[in-house]
């Protein structure tokens, strides 16, 4: 109509113009002045009634001559809605929105036309395949959900102002393009399951696409599709977000400050920030792949699961409001919850707890904890509760089962199911109606036999602190002082700590080993000990450097929010936090002499930085140093006493120290100028490279789970005695003057290089699971490798051995355990080579190795002989002298072998094959190594068979038999005679294809042959 009144306006004053025109100049020429007008009121109707009109386009699946329901709600107040039912014919409806809400017709064509202005639609539960909506302003509501719309087909982009779309459960529909629906405040797209349990009833939106600016959403609901992104930078009033069940690698939210729901539950999401989703009250992202998540920022969180993922960190101290929590199926050690007073459900379970506060938790009500570590739990303070599930905690005893049946609240009356699980957690001599007496229904019926005697604790006393203990009371739960170093068996024990002044305490130890908080739980004697460090103003690592040297380094700190200061030289502090699972590199440029870092850092890295010294001496808690090509010239590891790895290659420090590095599981010290090394305290080793050193010896008894050593090119070394190292996989000892070496104890070696030695003997017929082998450059004369048949590697050149040697080698050799695309075997050599050129390398390529040379087996007059085990007979060979020849037997070459078949009875020698070449008069000249095999067949052999002046053979469809006054019988391979008779000289008889077995009897011999009928 903007239209029509703009042209209207436009014709008004052409009138005007033109009547004063005609007024002066053309008053006789009124006609031609109608005509004009008559033109322009023409085009303003043509005009107005060519606009757009308002239409919903229907498709469905239905048959022709079908019902067709919807709910329309029409912008006209008459409530007039007309409508084609597919023919092109309209007709007219009325709907009041109270008495009569829909439109009922029948389909008479492919598509149903609504052509009235709509304030809301329902077309829903209908078999739509397709809606598009034209010119529809006033639409604001459209319900289309529980339909076959297929693809792309639903298209809104007539209705700009809609408010609402519920088009779920449309399983064929595929995309959905809302990029110009800024007023759009609620989609619903998901899909409902109708089988809960399979994972491939899902929707099939895979695309949604939303407004990139100005939008008004505030709900959306998408969950159960395949959706692996969607962009809600242009949401930002989004408060409700549902993606359960879709194919999410990531989700950026970071712009959703509203927002209050998030379910992002069953994707493949690795990485999460909620940091800026204040408002968040509810989240749950459980089944996905998290490593991480931090909610410190999430003050208003009261449901927060995320079960199912790798989670090993969990800090919850800043939400204070949660009252259901699942972290279950995580990698958790720690959790911390006593700053939650409205947790009502805590699911815990399949993590590695050993130990859980539920003291501040009074309004608890359901715990499951199952699959952990717990050796006690304490509900006294917990009254509220009414289900328990502790299965399988292996580490709960009888006896702290009891102390815990004694914190349990009475119930009001027993239920009929079980609410206090215990399966799986020795319960079985527990007193157990210690729980039933208070109401409580279990799964496990203890007999109450376990007899809970009191135990001693022996506190290890330490220059920087002391430790007490205590245990509560089981009256009033108050906790008291131990006396007399006795402790009631199951029952907790508090630990608390006394430092000196500048220290604190990192952990507590249990029989040396540490646990994962304050309290523990034991029936046996206990020795515990606390492991004091320094306040992190007190611990630090300092290094001389050059004025203005660039540097850089690597570290890491004990905790997920270390605070760490560094004085680059000049007396400033720069402060960082950094966390505890990655490392954070710092790079500047000194501005002095000495730099300073100041922390509780328990990874440092400073290799290949130039430092005039470094000094660690102050850092007790270092667990990981790395100063590999720093060019310091000392190393004082003396106080480092929880040291586990260090690699300090390549400085000249000369000595080194490892005493009270009883940590100590891994160290690399090669190329420092080590005239000794002592590791008898390094009981924990697993692997040592102290290779390119000076050693002159070196004793590694004490390192029994050693995996890999390492002490190439120290050549003062001379011997080593690894007969204790039974799990080493891995010896690395070229160039060190062995002239022995015994891994004939080291059954697990892998890969052993003991390359250019003076070995003249290596057994390993100890070493089956051995892969690479490197003993070339040593005086070896032979090689028996017949035991390890799992090796794919071999380095031996150089040894000098004879081509004869080799070819042993070879035979002896199993097959190659993988397909190699290399070559895998080195065999010649440049100092003292072997004769790889004349040795028969074809033995080992048979066997699929690929070797450095090709031998052509002129090197050796002897070869072996091979003989393929046979079936329904044996072979009998002799040499040129007469003399029986065995397999693996070697033979002169050019000489003759006869070969003599030894059938079974009934049973004859059919072929002899040499290298697969037919022997002919049973003999063969040996040329090379040589492999015998042969074939036995039922019957008598031809050659016997004509010595007995008969013959039996046949021709296509015939058997001919040739024998004097003979009874002959033919029979079928299934036993079934098919001719008899007698014969006096020659016989045809006719048969048909097939495998038959002749007998001819006569006065001279009976004979038996199979033939074959073609």
């Not at 950094?578 to 400073?606: A, M, P």
Request: glycine content about 6%.
């Amino acid at each position: 109509m903007l239209l029509c009144t703009y042209i209207f306006f436009i014709f008004v004053i052409l009138i005007f113009d033109l009547k004063e025109i005609y007024n002066t100049k053309h008053k006789n020429k009124t006609k031609r002045m109608k005509k004009i007008t008559s033109f322009l009121i023409s085009l303003c109707i043509v005009l107005g009634f060519s606009e757009v009109q308002s239409e919903i386009k229907l498709t469905t699946s239905l048959e022709l001559g079908s019902d067709f329901t919807f709910y329309p709600k029409p912008v006209a107040s008459d409530g007039k809605v007309i409508v084609d039912w597919g023919d092109g014919t309209k007709k007219e409806y009325t709907v009041d929105g109270m008495w009569n809400k829909s439109v009922n017709g029948t389909q008479v064509g492919d598509t149903i036309r609504i052509f009235s202005p709509m304030q809301t639609f329902d077309c829903s539960d209908a078999h739509v395949t397709s809606v598009t909506i034209i010119d529809e302003p006033d639409l604001t509501l459209l319900d289309c959900y529980k339909n076959e719309i297929e693809r792309t087909n639903l298209d809104i982009s007539g209705a700009l102002n809609l408010e609402t779309l519920n088009c779920y459960n449309n399983p064929k529909l595929l995309f959905l393009n809302l990029s110009a629906h800024k007023k759009l405040t609620t989609l619903d797209c998901r899909h409902d399951k109708s089988n809960t349990s399979d994972p491939d009833d899902k929707g099939g939106i895979t695309t949604i696409i939303l407004p990139s600016e100005g939008s008004e959403l505030e709900n959306i609901t998408a969950y159960n599709n395949d959706i692996s992104s969607i962009d809600f930078s242009g949401c930002p009033n989004l408060r409700y977000i549902n993606l359960e069940g879709n194919a999410l690698m990531d989700i950026n939210v970071s712009n959703l400050t509203k927002l209050s729901k998030l379910d992002i539950r069953k994707n493949h999401i690795s990485n999460l920030d909620v940091s800026k989703n204040t408002a968040l009250e509810k989240l749950y992202c459980d089944d996905n792949a998290l490593t991480e998540l931090n909610v410190f920022a999430n003050t208003e969180l009261m449901d927060l699961v995320c079960s199912n993922n790798q989670i090993s960190n969990l800090d919850l101290t800043a939400n204070i409001n949660i009252t259901n929590l699942s972290c279950d199926g995580n990698l958790l050690k720690k959790i911390t919850v006593s700053n939650m007073p409205r947790l009502k459900s805590l699911k815990c379970s399949d993590n590695q707890l050993e130990e859980i506060d539920l003291s501040k938790n009074l309004h608890l009500q359901k715990f499951w904890g199952q699959n952990n570590l717990f050796s006690f739990l304490d509900f006294y303070y917990n009254q509220g509760l009414n289900t328990i599930d502790i299965r399988n905690n292996p580490r709960m005893t009888p006896c702290s089962l009891n102390f815990m049946y004694q914190t349990l609240s009475g119930l009001e009356s027993a239920s009929p199911y079980v609410n206090l699980f215990l399966e799986g957690s020795n319960a079985e001599t527990s007193s157990t109606s210690i729980a039933t007496e208070s109401k409580w229904t279990v799964d496990v019926t203890g007999d109450g036999s376990a007899v809970c005697k009191d135990v001693t604790a022996t506190i290890e006393t330490s220059e920087f602190g002391t430790i007490s203990l205590f245990q509560p009371d089981l009256v009033s739960h108050e906790l008291h002082p131990i006396e007399n170093n006795t402790l009631e068996a199951g029952v907790p024990v508090y630990i608390t700590a006394t430092p000196i002044e500048n220290y604190q305490v990192r952990y507590y130890q249990i029989n040396g080993e540490r646990i994962n908080g304050s309290i523990f739980a034991t029936t046996e004697n206990v020795t515990v000990s606390a492991v004091f460090v320094p306040t992190a103003s007190n611990n630090y690592i300092e290094m001389g450097v050059e004025s203005n040297a660039s540097l850089s380094f690597g570290i890491s700190g004990i905790d997920p929010e270390t605070e760490v200061e560094i004085d680059w030289g000049n007396g400033e502090w720069q402060t960082m936090t950094i966390d505890n699972e990655s490392i954070t590199r710092i790079d500047g440029n000194s501005k002095g002499t000495t730099v300073r870092i100041n922390g509780l850092i328990d990874y440092f890295d400073c290799s290949e930085n130039d430092l005039k010294s470094l000094d660690v001496s102050h850092n007790a808690i270092l667990a990981t140093l790395d100063c590999y090509w720093t060019g310091i010239t000392a190393l004082d590891l003396s106080k480092n006493t929880a040291l586990g790895k260090l690699n300090c290659s390549y400085n000249s420090i000369g000595t080194l120290d490892l005493s009270n590095n009883k940590a100590l599981f891994s160290l690399s010290c090669y190329n420092c100028e080590l005239g000794s090394l002592d590791l008898s305290n390094n009981t924990e080793l697993e692997e040592a490279v102290v290779k390119n050193n000076e050693l002159t010896s070196l004793t590694v008894s004490s390192n029994t789970k050693l995996l890999l050593l390492d002490v190439q090119n120290n050549e003062q070394l001379k011997s080593i005695d690894a007969s204790m190292l039974t799990d080493l996989e891995e010896l690395q000892c070229s160039y060190t003057g062995l002239t022995a070496l015994d891994v004939t104890h080291n059954t697990k070696l892998v890969k052993l290089i003991c390359s250019n030695n003076k070995l003249t003997t290596l057994d390993l017929s100890k070493n089956t699971l051995l892969e690479r082998l490197f003993c070339d450059g040593n005086q070896l004369t032979s090689l028996d490798l017949s035991n390890n048949t799992k090796l794919n590697y071999l380095e031996c050149s150089g040894n000098g051995m004879s081509a004869c040697a080799l070819n042993d080698l070879y035979y002896n050799l199993p097959k190659c355990s993988t397909t190699p695309t290399n070559v895998n075997m080195f065999i010649a050599g440049i100092n003292n080579p072997n004769e790889a050129e004349g040795s028969e390398t074809s033995m080992a390529t048979k066997k699929g190795w690929k070797v450095s040379v090709d031998g052509d087996g002129s090197g050796c007059n002897e070869a072996y002989i091979t003989i393929e085990p046979t079936e329904n007979g044996t072979l009998e060979l002799r040499n040129s002298d007469n003399e029986i020849v065995n397999s693996g037997s070697k033979v002169i070459k050019n000489t003759t072998v006869t070969v003599k078949g030894n059938p079974d009875e009934g049973f004859y020698l059919k072929n002899v094959w040499v290298n697969g070449v037919s022997v002919t008069n049973g003999e063969f000249v040996v040329k090379m190594a040589s492999v015998v095999t042969a074939a036995f067949d039922e019957g008598s052999s031809i050659t016997e068979i004509e010595n007995s002046g008969m013959k039996i053979w046949s021709t296509p469809g015939i058997i001919r038999v040739n024998a004097e006054n003979a009874h002959v019988q033919v029979y079928s391979t299934s036993g079934a005679l098919v001719w008899e008779g007698n014969i006096y000289q020659e016989k045809t008889i006719d048969a048909t294809r097939g495998i038959y077995i002749v007998k001819v009897r006569n006065a001279q011999s009976t004979q038996s042959k199979k033939i074959v009928v073609e």
